[in-house]
């Protein structure tokens, strides 16, 4: 029975993890060695995609021996799970060379994955995502964290395991509270310096060790805009490859009072109607814009809008 949940851009990954069997070496190996098998060659975290034929684009996947050669063993490997029967892997391409001139001439071409999320069918994205965020992980964690010596890959992509202490580590998932913040009739956005000129977006920050989601949620309110939270709703989440955030899209009413941005943090804080809100997300709003729908702020602010 599907999962009945809120769908963000980069979630609903379609494939069955399979994830008891990618301990099993011999069962890896198998279906590594299908015919039938796919595999997505990812550049520095961009994927293979190819045009559609219909003015759309779709991920371009290779034969698994033409994988093989390129990985060059299974450090650079992935299984990222089954479709229906079909094995479906990953392979990591790192480098400054690109791969679509050679050896995968004439097979498809690299693309920015965040300029590719909304032209990807969603199913795709998520399964580019995923493959993404563990490579980010790989790239980042080649030595052990406990002892430093170099780890060695396991479990088919999805571990990392060290020969000299026998610690092992699993990819990171960074927990990210995002929150709308609203007091009644009105929600407050903020804006970086550093965002586009005009762009107004929900508040966010990382969810620190011994803190609850909606700790966070109310420390970053009141660190970034000065606002009190009372009680906190669960919107959403969604998964965020840049490199390993899992964003948490929360709605936090807030106490009466006034808003204040903290300089370190943002620039400007405004509130706005729902109605505005609603003329923000269409773009009718003199200068100002929200963020596009590939963002969860852009879910959030339209789920409240509409009276979430
Ligand atoms: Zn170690």
């Given at each position: 029975?599907?999962?009945?949940?809120?769908?963000?851009?980069?979630?609903?990954?379609?494939?069955?993890?399979?994830?008891?069997?990618?301990?099993?070496?011999?069962?890896?190996?198998?279906?590594?060695?299908?015919?039938?098998?796919?595999?997505?060659?990812?550049?520095?975290?961009?994927?293979?995609?190819?045009?559609?034929?219909?003015?759309?684009?779709?991920?371009?996947?290779?034969?698994?021996?033409?994988?093989?050669?390129?990985?060059?063993?299974?450090?650079?490997?992935?299984?990222?799970?089954?479709?229906?029967?079909?094995?479906?892997?990953?392979?990591?391409?790192?480098?400054?060379?690109?791969?679509?001139?050679?050896?995968?001439?004439?097979?498809?071409?690299?693309?920015?994955?965040?300029?590719?999320?909304?032209?990807?069918?969603?199913?795709?994205?998520?399964?580019?995502?995923?493959?993404?965020?563990?490579?980010?992980?790989?790239?980042?964690?080649?030595?052990?964290?406990?002892?430093?010596?170099?780890?060695?890959?396991?479990?088919?992509?999805?571990?990392?395991?060290?020969?000299?202490?026998?610690?092992?580590?699993?990819?990171?998932?960074?927990?990210?509270?995002?929150?709308?913040?609203?007091?009644?009739?009105?929600?407050?956005?903020?804006?970086?310096?550093?965002?586009?000129?005009?762009?107004?977006?929900?508040?966010?920050?990382?969810?620190?060790?011994?803190?609850?989601?909606?700790?966070?949620?109310?420390?970053?309110?009141?660190?970034?805009?000065?606002?009190?939270?009372?009680?906190?709703?669960?919107?959403?989440?969604?998964?965020?490859?840049?490199?390993?955030?899992?964003?948490?899209?929360?709605?936090?009413?807030?106490?009466?009072?006034?808003?204040a941005p903290n300089d370190s943090e943002l620039e400007a804080v405004r509130w706005?109607?729902?109605?505005?809100?609603?003329?923000?997300?269409?773009?009718?709003?003199?200068?100002?814009?929200?963020?596009?729908?590939?963002?969860?702020?852009?879910?959030?602010?339209?789920?409240?809008?509409?009276?979430?």
């Amino acid at each position: 029975m599907p999962l009945t949940a809120y769908t963000n851009i980069f979630a609903g990954n379609p494939l069955d993890r399979a994830s008891d069997r990618r301990s099993d070496q011999a069962w890896i190996a198998e279906q590594f060695a299908a015919d039938t098998t796919l595999a997505l060659p990812v550049w520095n975290g961009a994927p293979f995609i190819e045009d559609d034929g219909k003015g759309g684009v779709r991920l371009a996947y290779i034969p698994p021996g033409l994988a093989g050669e390129l990985s060059a063993g299974a450090e650079r490997l992935l299984f990222l799970g089954l479709w229906k029967q079909t094995a479906v892997f990953a392979v990591d391409l790192e480098g400054p060379a690109d791969p679509a001139a050679a050896p995968l001439a004439g097979l498809g071409r690299f693309e920015d994955l965040r300029g590719l999320a909304l032209r990807l069918p969603e199913t795709e994205a998520a399964i580019a995502a995923t493959a993404k965020g563990v490579f980010e992980w790989r790239r980042r964690h080649r030595h052990c964290s406990v002892c430093g010596q170099p780890s060695m890959v396991a479990d088919a992509g999805w571990k990392r395991t060290c020969p000299a202490c026998n610690a092992d580590h699993f990819p990171r998932t960074d927990p990210v509270a995002i929150m709308l913040a609203a007091q009644g009739e009105r929600c407050l956005l903020g804006r970086q310096a550093a965002w586009p000129k005009g762009m107004w977006s929900a508040l966010a920050g990382f969810i620190e060790p011994g803190e609850t989601i909606e700790e966070g949620c109310a420390r970053e309110l009141k660190e970034e805009a000065g606002v009190e939270a009372v009680s906190v709703r669960y919107h959403s989440t969604q998964p965020w490859p840049y490199p390993s955030s899992l964003m948490i899209g929360l709605i936090a009413e807030v106490a009466p009072g006034d808003a204040a941005p903290n300089d370190s943090e943002l620039e400007a804080v405004r509130w706005f109607t729902r109605e505005e809100a609603r003329a923000l997300l269409a773009g009718q709003l003199d200068g100002a814009f929200a963020p596009p729908r590939l963002a969860i702020a852009h879910h959030l602010i339209k789920a409240w809008a509409e009276g979430f």
